[in-house]
């Protein structure tokens, strides 16, 4: 018998050739959509084509690294969830930062500000949310989105501006700490440079770079839901978000890696009896602090902790101090920062009879239900909760999407919560109704804050509460999605497991990335961006 050739290279199987292929279609079909077919206007479309052309590269670069198969028959980097979130997120991230309208990611004007403020050391503002801060010319700016009317502010600096009182109160509903990001990167970009394109678009980078670092260390940390959660941060709307100023970017990475760090404590001790150590109480206790000084609605994740078992920490007395040390801290945290801030809410768009709704709500509870009820079922009848979560229909805010890539981007999300399902071999339906119960907890809270804060008129009037938007829901939605999976997982016993992944696992991100090239094109042609 003659012996086997280790040294072959493997042969490639005409599926992976079949799956490059459509990949690569699917980016041309989405530069040609994008570009308008107007092939012939080199000129006008040179540098959208160049764009195009730069993203099919890209990917063919990345089918080198995790998909050509070596010698060995391995690939050079694994296509596991996180490598592929990393790559993905580090090919467009720089995209996003730089051709994204300046200053015009969800209320990023108002979160740069914000931590401006907080850079001049004005941390709590004055008792009706006005600053004293550099009044920029940034009007002129955003009506002329466009990159000469961007490159003619390249000028302005902080230095020139006057300084005049800046109404910034919404912003101040946030605990300063949640602007540590912006504040650290604006102000050692500020050491080099005041003028302030070049603090806008370093820091958007920078705070990009650093919460796509977090979002990498919890895919990759998570036991339940991987692919899922790779594929919910590549979201156009995530995207958007992570390479922006906006406080939402940490409030995302930091919700998920909670989750992941509660679901890995309480998965390492039942699969290898391993109890938490120091290092991941103090990672445990950070994460803690930082959820905290996010939006207060969120701070309801702590309920988490529950989930690690008592024994992980080395004894039932230290379970019971641990759990009730991280809640009450927690809690304390956010309901502190709320009973100070609710000296903005008269400032608000509706807050000035917040208190007389906070009494309807607990007077009337029937009628505040169904209240509550009417507004999310009619949000999801008329398609809102669909198109926002991936960053359509959002008025002023909206991403330049064609609806069928949409439909896209959702056939890639069920393809990744079919992947978790068949890699999972874990029935934990006490976990799964606790992070199901967690999730419909936080999306009240969430529905409650905007009746307080954003709803007009008389409680007992309001028929629907106003300003929901799908973004808010992005935080939970892992939630949701692993007690789903833990809850309907297909054996009743064991503990969950990840398959190693295929080859075939880089082909639906790369889609991901295909599809990334319609917004970006756009963005980089129409008035709505550069």
Request: aromatic letters at 12%; charged letters at 15%; a positive charge.
């Amino acid at each position: 018998m003659s012996e086997t050739n280790t040294n072959r290279i493997p042969r490639i199987k005409w599926t992976e050739i079949a799956a490059l292929g459509f990949v690569l279609l699917l980016a041309a079909a989405v530069a040609a959509f994008s570009i308008g077919f107007e092939v012939f206007g080199m000129p006008k479309n040179f540098w959208r084509f160049l764009l195009a052309g730069i993203f099919c590269m890209i990917i063919f670069i990345l089918y080198l690294i995790f998909a050509l198969p070596g010698r060995d028959g391995k690939t050079r980097i694994a296509p596991t969830p996180e490598n592929l979130f990393l790559a993905v997120s580090l090919a467009t991230g720089l995209f996003y930062a730089v051709l994204l309208p300046f200053l015009r990611a969800p209320d990023e004007l108002g979160h740069f500000y914000r931590a401006l403020a907080i850079l001049r050391g004005d941390l709590l503002s004055y008792p009706d949310g006005v600053s004293d801060l550099p009044a920029l010319v940034l009007s002129e700016i955003m009506t002329s989105p466009r990159l000469e009317g961007v490159l003619q502010g390249t000028g302005w600096s902080l230095s020139d501006a006057q300084i005049l009182p800046i109404d910034n109160v919404n912003m101040c509903l946030y605990l300063p700490l949640s602007y540590l990001l912006q504040v650290v990167f604006m102000g050692i970009t500020g050491l080099f440079t005041d003028k302030v394109i070049f603090l806008v678009y370093c820091t958007r980078f920078l705070c990009g770079l650093a919460c796509t670092g977090i979002v990498y260390h919890a895919i990759r940390r998570i036991p339940v839901g991987k692919w899922y959660l790779m594929a919910l941060a590549l979201m156009p709307i995530n995207m958007q978000e992570r390479f922006s100023l906006a406080v939402d970017n940490i409030t995302f990475a930091v919700a998920v890696l909670l989750v992941a760090e509660c679901l890995a404590l309480r998965y390492e001790y039942l699969r290898e009896g391993r109890t938490v150590t120091r290092g991941r109480l103090i990672e445990l206790y950070v994460t803690l602090i930082f959820l905290a000084s996010c939006k207060v609605v969120y701070f309801l994740l702590v309920l988490l902790v529950l989930l690690i078992p008592r024994d992980a920490f080395g004894s039932p007395k230290r379970a019971a101090f641990h759990k009730m040390m991280t809640i009450a801290m927690t809690s304390g945290i956010s309901l502190s920062w709320l009973a100070f801030a609710s000296t903005y809410l008269s400032s608000t768009r509706a807050g000035g009879n917040a208190g007389e709704k906070v009494i309807y709500a607990i007077t009337h509870p029937l009628q505040y239900i169904l209240l509550l009820i009417r507004t999310e079922w009619s949000w999801i009848l008329e398609g809102n909760f669909l198109t926002q979560t991936v960053g359509r229909n959002l008025a002023s805010l909206d991403l330049v999407i064609a609806p069928y890539w949409i439909v896209m981007f959702y056939v890639l999300l069920v393809l990744a919560f079919v992947a978790d399902f068949l890699v999972l071999r874990n029935r934990d339906r006490k976990a799964g109704i606790e992070l199901l119960g967690v999730s419909m907890l936080i999306a009240v809270a969430v529905l409650s804050s905007l009746y307080v804060q954003w709803t007009q008129g008389a409680p007992s009037e309001i028929l629907e509460v106003d300003g929901i938007q799908g973004r808010y829901y992005s935080p939970i939605l892992p939630v949701a999605v692993c007690g789903l999976l833990l809850f309907v997982g297909r054996k009743p016993r064991g503990t969950a497991e990840e398959a190693a992944p295929s080859r075939m696992a880089f082909y639906p991100a790369a889609a991901l990335l295909a599809l990334h090239i319609s917004i970006l094109e756009a963005y980089f042609q129409y008035g709505c961006g550069w």
